[in-house]
């Protein structure tokens, strides 16, 4: 059975603490992705990440920053998190290409700044 | 910039009752796929459409992808309360996946 995991299913941290949120995938898959989700807004992408340490900017990618050193790990980090930063956020990971490809998703995290 | 519309925002029926929810958008998409996300999990693929026009069956879903391939909709046949859940399509441009906003469909017993 496939699966994507993410480090915590909820985590509530101050303003301007460092926060890292971790995904894990054990499909092999060379695309991994980091969105969030908020009401009214559907799914953004923050950064996607298309081989070990590579990594491309999604389309809010302002106050965040990636790591992958392993392919099956890819790491989301908040340099210094603020209040808009609360959300949920979710990793996904797909085959690589450029044909329509399914995108298998970890359950998510839900992070309140406060 | 694409604009991408799913509707209705919210929907609430009754087990049995049949409903239709739709995706809109002014550009043309390479493809088509629409997810499902119950609460507390991660959205999971239900279908992907890529020829205009096409028409997929998966039990009492039917999914259909526009001639001009810039719409899509999804139509579900008596539905039951477990067809709760965010109802996400998200459309291929240039090689790049776009998720809609959703609809949120509760089915009431």
């Known amino acids: 059975d496939v699966k994507v995991t993410q480090s915590s299913r909820y985590l509530v941290k101050r303003t301007g603490e460092k926060v890292f949120l971790e995904c894990v995938q054990d499909m092999d898959h060379e695309n991994m992705f980091w969105y969030r989700q908020d009401p009214g807004l559907g799914l953004r992408l923050i950064y996607f990440s298309y081989d070990v340490k590579m990594k491309e900017k999604g389309d809010i990618p302002e106050g965040y920053s990636v790591s992958r050193e392993k392919k099956e790990r890819f790491s989301l980090i908040l340099e210094s998190a603020s209040t808009n930063q609360t959300s949920m956020y979710l990793c996904?990971?797909?085959?690589?290409?450029?044909?329509?490809?399914?995108?298998?998703f970890g359950p998510g995290t839900r992070l309140t700044v406060t | 910039t694409q604009l991408l519309e799913q509707s209705p925002q919210f929907l609430s029926i009754q087990e049995g009752e049949n409903l239709t929810v739709y995706c809109n958008s002014s550009?043309?998409?390479?493809?088509l796929q629409w997810y499902r996300q119950e609460p507390g999990e991660g959205p999971v693929l239900l279908v992907t459409?890529?020829?205009?026009?096409e028409v997929k069956k998966l039990k009492r879903l039917t999914f259909q992808f526009g001639d001009a391939r810039k719409d899509s909709s999804l139509h579900i046949t008596a539905a039951q309360p477990g067809d709760t859940g965010l109802y996400l399509c998200?459309?291929?441009?240039?090689?790049?996946?776009?998720f809609g906003d959703g609809t949120t469909l509760t089915v009431k017993p």
């Open positions: 550009s043309v998409f390479s493809s």
């Open positions: 996904a990971s797909s085959v690589a290409g450029q044909a329509a490809y399914e995108q298998y």
């Open positions: 998200a459309p291929r441009y240039a090689g790049k996946s776009t």
């Open positions: 459409v890529v020829t205009g026009g």
